[in-house]
């Protein structure tokens, strides 16, 4: 290995590394974590928020600009209203006043207009702390937990479609051998993303399945670039052995892989500390899918292609010969023979 800072290379032209050696122990980190990832969920449950719950949401004007969001959450905590989101707004300095957010969850089971009433208690003690004349209810909005569940409905349905898609797409792209390693790669990242976020306790919303999809599209565009160096290397080596085929492979696309994962990844990391609120949790969500997804396509999609390689070959199966289709791509700028004819004499 080398770093080259002037042209940014890391890695050599003629770098080869085996990735696959260590192809059994990978997959079996992939599965231990997708088990926990799994396990986390089951227990813990999803922490849906409001946006698939329903609840509250009123925004409020204060005057005194020395006014917090923490001061909200003091507030709400001892109102015991349940869990309590609170966004700033606006410029406090700017503006001369205090702007917030404060959305209140409905908890499963709970009354709609009970959420209602909570969220007034809650606006009626940061009245008495700050004073009548000092505060404003600027609006106050119930959000039915029945556009919740269609949310929810909708963000699932997005999901299946994508993985749909992918399996179509990858199928047509290339062959049977890489539609099941490309799907279950995202799936796994999803899943693994999905129990980190869990174990930390951050709300699930409509950003969080945003995120999830733009995931499924940061991982299987990594993937289909293995793949294709793959498929070139076929063609260009058709005898070579499957296994140092995508040794080969991974290792010429190592550059481009570790600058476009170091470059998202600095640009996430960003987000994550001065970004706050919705934000800050879509952030740490990409992060998180990053990182799973750049290993996943080294270490879960790529094997499972030799799995399926070897079943399908053990099968029957023989895929078409790649130097066959290499002689049968013609040169757009190759200029056609002259013939040259005499008279005879």
């Not at 869990?83 to 300095?93: L, M």
């Not at 750049?294 to 010969?321: C, E, F, N």
Request: glycine share 8%; net charge positive.
């Amino acid at each position: 290995m080398r770093l080259k800072f002037g042209n940014v290379e890391i890695f050599p032209p003629h770098y080869t590394f085996d990735f696959m050696k260590w192809r059994g122990v990978t997959i079996g980190i992939s599965l231990a974590m997708v088990i926990a990832s799994l396990l986390v969920v089951a227990v813990r449950g999803i922490n849906y928020s409001i946006d698939f719950l329903g609840g509250a949401e009123v925004q409020v004007s204060i005057t005194d600009t020395s006014f917090t969001r923490e001061k909200i959450l003091q507030f709400a905590e001892q109102a015991n209203v349940g869990k309590v989101e609170v966004t700033s707004i606006g410029d406090a300095a700017k503006d001369k006043v205090a702007s917030f957010v404060v959305r209140l969850q409905r908890e499963r089971g709970q009354d709609e207009k009970e959420i209602g009433g909570k969220a007034d208690e809650l606006y009626k003690k940061i009245e008495t702390s700050v004073g009548a004349d000092k505060i404003r209810m600027d609006s106050k909005t119930n959000i039915s937990g029945k556009i919740g569940k269609e949310e929810e409905r909708k963000g699932y349905f997005a999901l299946l479609l994508s993985f749909l898609g992918i399996l179509a797409y990858i199928a047509l792209r290339f062959d049977s051998r890489f539609s099941p390693g490309a799907v279950l790669c995202l799936v796994h990242d999803v899943i693994i993303a999905l129990g980190f976020m869990t174990a930390l306790g951050k709300p699930f919303t409509t950003s969080s399945i945003a995120a999830f999809l733009t995931i499924v599209g940061y991982s299987i565009n990594d993937t289909v670039i293995v793949y294709d160096r793959i498929r070139e290397t076929q063609e260009t080596s058709p005898k070579m052995p499957m296994i140092e085929v995508i040794n080969r492979s991974i290792s010429q696309t190592m550059n481009r892989t570790v600058l476009t994962s170091a470059t998202g990844l600095g640009a996430l990391i960003v987000l994550t500390f001065v970004g706050g609120g919705a934000i800050e949790d879509f952030a740490l969500t990409m992060f998180i899918g990053i990182l799973v997804g750049t290993y996943s396509s080294i270490y879960v999609a790529a094997p499972l292609t030799i799995v399926m390689d070897q079943y399908l070959k053990r099968m029957g199966w023989r895929p078409s010969d790649p130097a066959q289709k290499a002689k049968q791509k013609k040169d757009p700028n190759e200029i056609p023979p002259v013939v040259i004819r005499r008279r005879p004499s």
